[in-house]
């Protein structure tokens, strides 16, 4: 099946930027859409960004746009998620997903496949 594995979490200050980068492989022609998802301490998961493979459309949830970008490689093996001005409450870990490109693009159960997660901690 395929896998998922995110990289480029860290910690850094308000303000500050990191890019998220995850690599996919095994089947990797079945996916159709990337999304990213975070889960800050004791909440629930949210959307973050999805991008189609075909197309490259983008979408973002309402408190991330204008900050963060999604974008895909040429061979669309591996996605990036640039998170720029981050704040404290962008603190969550972050993951990586992929699946079919139908259903609400920000919607976890629309997602298959799922990386292990990496750690963002905005500090102010």
């Known amino acids: 099946q395929v896998q998922l594995v995110e990289s480029g979490g860290g910690s850094v200050q308000a303000g500050g930027s990191l890019r998220l980068s995850c690599a996919a492989s095994?089947?990797?022609?079945?996916?159709?859409?990337y999304g990213w998802f975070r889960q800050p301490p004791g909440k629930e998961r949210e959307g973050v960004a999805a991008?189609?493979?075909?197309?490259?459309?983008?979408y973002y949830a309402d408190s991330v746009k204008g900050r963060f970008t999604v974008s895909q490689a040429n061979a669309k093996n591996t996605v990036y998620l640039q998170m720029n001005s981050l704040k404290p409450e962008d603190t969550a870990m972050y993951y990586c997903?992929?699946?079919?490109?139908?259903?609400?693009?920000?919607?976890?159960?629309?997602?298959?496949?799922w990386g292990q997660g990496t750690q963002v901690t905005v500090s102010s």
């Open positions: 997903a992929a699946g079919p490109e139908y259903g609400y693009s920000l919607r976890s159960q629309n997602y298959n496949y």
């Open positions: 991008i189609f493979t075909s197309g490259g459309s983008t």
């Open positions: 095994r089947y990797t022609y079945s996916i159709k859409r």
